[in-house]
């Protein structure tokens, strides 16, 4: 069964980056139908989609984030991470890691989820 | 940037029939998605490709579309459905988009 784990500081301080971990287990993050990322959701708020990787650590990124937005790939562990730069207190959310697998033509789902990591951006 | 829309909120007695709507300009031309988020959880996949349902996912949950609208459609509501649901679509940029959200109460 495929799980994804996200892992990192619960507490990040204004200006600083924020980084985060996701580890993979039952299933090989290089499988070649699949696209892993970020999607981040604050307190009592709606889902916002941050980032994409593919396993050759190809990318792509919301364009309300990309400036301070970088996703990347490590085959060997398994894992993906995400490091968001700049932080304030807007960043606070909890964050989930995601798979997106494609379905067919231009139908790309989001079909597994961490259970999520709540960073809060606070001096 | 892109908006999807939704209801804020919808409540449905048990066995009704619950509707949640989602509009967006795109959405005739983008697939969309449908996501349950309880309390403290993670969303998971109720709908896909507009009307498909993935593996594990009851009858009860079924999607359409018309025009700059879609619908998510819940049959037989039961009070395990009550939940905030999320409409997710692509905009020209290939950026995926969430709707605004709707909690559907069940009285």
Redesign the interface.
Known sequence: QLQLRESGPRLVKPSETLSLTCTVSGASISNNNFYWGWIRQPPGK????IGNIYYTGDT?Y???LKSRVTISVDTSKNQFSLKLSSVTAADTAVY?CTRRAG??G??????Y????TLVTVSS | SYELTQPPSVSVSPGQTARITCSGDALPKQYVYWYQQKPGQAPVLVIYKDSERPSGIPERFSGSSSGTTVTLTISGVQAEDEAEYYCQSTDSSDTYVFGTGTKVTVL
Do not use: A, K, V
């Not at chain 1, 231009?106 to 079909?111: G, H, L, W």
């Open positions: 709606g889902l916002e989609w792509y919301n364009p309300s989930y379905c067919g231009d139908c790309y789902r989001f079909d989820w961490g259970q999520g």
